[in-house]
């Protein structure tokens, strides 16, 4: 054993001694009888703490790593003149050790401190990270410089993976719109001029009308040891086909250009220009319309008429115990009203795109798009896709009583009314939306596995040898499994067709929210995705979304 001994003792009832294979320092407390015996000897100071402690730091061991109260325990054992040999520290050479999370999104570094041996050096810690085969690209050179200075402890992240950048959607934008709104506040004491409630818009041969911004493939990034991370595409939309009075610009593949004059009607996927049908009102003069293109009526629609256009409906008066069909969007300038919701003469309403009416009033209304009510919503059954919006760009905004249920969400300034009229409001999809997209996920999975079984019966067959050496008969079994495969595949790819448009109308429930900015009244009944809400005590601003198992209600 190769030691170190002090020969500097402040007396000779003990000695230290390091032990260099294990690095450990001992304390011997020697036998009282190795003491000197001379008469004339000095006396020596008495053996404290301190001067242990002393003794340690002349000795370079006070850098050591010292076991729990050794220290005392050998002044103790040194008072008591136990001989013997007992451990009082070690040196210790500093320590790091780098960990890579299981997604490789991060690196983290621990060290401990030097304690008499070997510090951290940047050959130490470059040979870490080597071992741990971090990327240079992927290291924070602010915590590796911390690294590097500091003489204490650390626990830090090290390194981040450079996330990846999914690419963006394409998207379809008008380049110019469809209805330009007068924003009056019917509120307001000024007039309203109803001559200027909306400007139907007319466009020309060759005008540009919706531009398409293209998918982005997105930009890869790379995990802590360098390795890619795959960017998510985004995903592309293609213009609606066959185009109806457009077509592709001729200086640019994402433009749409008007091909004849007309009226323009967007969707979400394209837009088509309409011929356009102009009429004073819809009335015993023009008779019911059925037309293929837009519709603009300059005063109203008249009780007992139908109006069913492929393109916009644009009233600049009213609907009165009508019923309207409109492939676009419907425009009302003036009210929708009836006397009676389920009166055989009631006032129907139904369009591919948004409604827009300065009121409702016992009126049955569906539409795909949004439904926009500047002053109120009254006794009536309404369901569409979008959002319900009552006074939202103007008006009093009041929904009272009916039957309201939106896919999306309710913006409304007062639900219900001082007379308590139960209201009800449904958000979310119906159970029968549900169980549909249920049942066709189970047939999906179905044939999926029917599809996967017979093509590893056809691989084996395919392998087995040439035509002419399988024989006739498993010839013909190897196509008629051929055939069954691609129906099946083209089976399965109509099946997710129709799953998808239906997770179109499943919203999640954290969309879906019922925003009261004035005043809810009792009687008014919220239902969200099955879970239902009764107002019970008059409310102010507030806001009604679904939590968990329950509504709850929040300020806004």
Not at 201 to 215: D, N, R
Not at 373 to 400: D, F, K, P, S
Request: one cysteine or more.
């Amino acid at each position: 054993m190769e030691a170190v001994s002090n020969t500097q003792s402040p007396c000779l009832r003990y000695r230290l001694e390091i032990e260099e294979k294990t690095s450990r320092l001992f304390g011997i407390v020697e036998s009282p009888s190795k003491a000197p015996q001379e008469e004339n000897a000095p006396v020596l100071a008495p053996i404290t703490l301190r001067s242990l402690h002393e003794h340690f730091k002349r000795c370079g061991f006070d850098g050591f790593y010292f076991v729990t109260n050794s220290v005392e325990l050998f002044l103790r054992k040194i008072q008591r003149f136990e001989t013997g040999r007992y451990v009082l520290a070690e040196r210790r050479d500093a320590k790091i050790s780098i960990s890579v999370s299981h997604d490789k999104s991060t690196a983290r570094v621990q060290t401990d401190k030097a304690w008499g041996g070997q510090s951290l050096t940047a050959e130490i810690i470059k040979a870490e990270i080597d071992k741990a085969k971090l990327s240079e690209l992927c290291i924070d050179q602010d915590k590796l410089r911390q690294l590097s200075e500091s003489n204490e402890p650390l626990d830090l992240i090290l390194a981040n993976a450079l996330p990846a950048e999914n690419g963006k959607n394409a998207s379809l934008e008008s380049l110019l719109e469809s209805k330009t709104l007068a924003q009056k506040d019917a509120n307001s004491s000024k007039a309203i001029d109803q001559h200027e409630v909306f400007e139907f818009t007319v466009v020309e041969h060759g005008e540009k009308l919706m531009q398409k911004t293209p998918a982005t493939a997105g930009q890869d990034g790379m995990d802590v040891t360098g390795k890619k991370i795959k960017a998510k595409p985004g995903v592309d939309i293609q213009f609606q086909k066959p185009f109806d009075g457009v077509d592709i610009c001729e200086d640019d593949e994402n433009v749409l250009v008007a091909t004849i004059k007309g009226h323009p009607v967007f969707s979400k996927t394209g837009v088509k220009v309409d011929k356009l049908m102009l009429l004073e009102n819809v009335d015993i003069h023009s008779g019911n319309i059925n037309y293929d293109g837009s519709l603009m009526v300059k005063h109203n629609i008249e009780p007992g008429f139908e109006v069913d256009v492929s393109g916009d409906v644009f009233v600049k008066g009213s609907i009165t115990k009508a019923t309207v069909k409109a492939g676009g969007s419907i425009e009302v300038s003036g009210g929708v009203n009836a006397d009676d919701i389920d009166d055989e003469h009631g006032c129907h309403l139904e369009a591919k795109g948004d409604i827009t009416a300065k009121f409702f009033h016992h009126a049955s209304v569906n539409c795909e798009g949004d439904l926009h009510a500047h002053e109120y919503l009254m006794q009536c059954r309404i369901r569409v896709e979008g959002y319900i919006n009552a006074g939202q760009e103007r008006g009093r905004g009041c929904i009272i009583g009916g039957y309201s249920f939106s896919n999306s969400g309710v913006n409304a300034k007062i639900l219900g009314s001082d007379a308590y009229v139960t209201t009800n409001v449904v958000l979310g999809s119906d159970d029968e939306a549900q169980r549909d997209a249920a049942r066709l996920k189970k047939k999906i999975k179905k044939r999926c596995f029917e599809e996967e079984q017979l093509t590893g019966i056809l691989k084996k067959i395919q392998s087995s040898g040439t035509p002419t050496s399988i024989g006739r008969t498993t010839l013909d079994k190897a196509r008629k499994i051929e055939n069954t495969v691609a129906l099946l595949h083209a089976k399965i790819d109509e099946m997710k067709s129709q799953l998808a448009l239906i997770k179109e109308k499943l919203k999640s429930t954290e969309e879906l929210r019922v925003a009261v900015s004035n005043q809810i009244y009792p009687n008014v009944v919220i239902s969200i995705s099955g879970r239902t809400w009764s107002c019970e005590e008059t409310r102010k601003r507030c806001q009604m979304s679904l939590q968990g198992e329950r509504i709850v209600i929040d300020q806004i």
